[in-house]
């Protein structure tokens, strides 16, 4: 049973993810953080754009506070105009924060800067699977 991300298993999370920037020939920043938000791994690689730290560190964030993929977020404000100054302070509206759950729970988010479009999300996803894998219910 997880009750909470492990260092080791962030790590796990974000060397899968480096590998698929790295495949897809993005310079990326990845983050993973705790249920609470707080940062337990990140990870930059040359090149990586100096904002994309923080950036990613936001949508790791933000994916774990509310327990939901930063991308439906940013689908939420642009169908409903007027949400993003309701929502909190430095929430991401974008692609690449996906929450960490083991089965309902949830344990953490993980948080993508650095590609385009929807490759934030696909190198976080790459992260999250090495997870998923390793906590399979079934």
Do not use: C, N, W, Y
């Not at 774990?64 to 439906?72: D, E, R, V, Y």
């Not at 089965?103 to 790459?126: C, R, T, Y």
């Amino acid at each position: 049973m997880v009750s909470a991300l492990s260092h080791e298993q962030a790590q796990r999370m974000s060397d899968a993810a480096m590998r698929a920037a790295r495949s897809q020939g993005v310079a990326a920043v990845v983050s993973v953080v705790d249920a609470g938000g707080h940062l337990i791994s990140l990870q930059r690689m040359d090149g990586a754009a100096f904002g994309a730290v923080r950036f990613s560190e936001r949508k790791a964030m933000s994916s774990a506070a509310l327990g939901a993929p930063t991308g439906m977020l940013a689908k939420a404000v642009t169908a409903m105009p007027g949400l993003a100054s309701a929502m909190i302070d430095g929430i991401a509206f974008v692609d690449g924060g996906l929450p960490v759950r083991f089965g309902k729970q949830l344990v953490g988010g993980i948080g993508v800067a650095g590609g385009m479009g929807g490759q934030d999300e696909a190198i976080a996803q790459a992260g999250l699977a090495v997870f998923e894998k390793e906590h399979s219910l079934a």
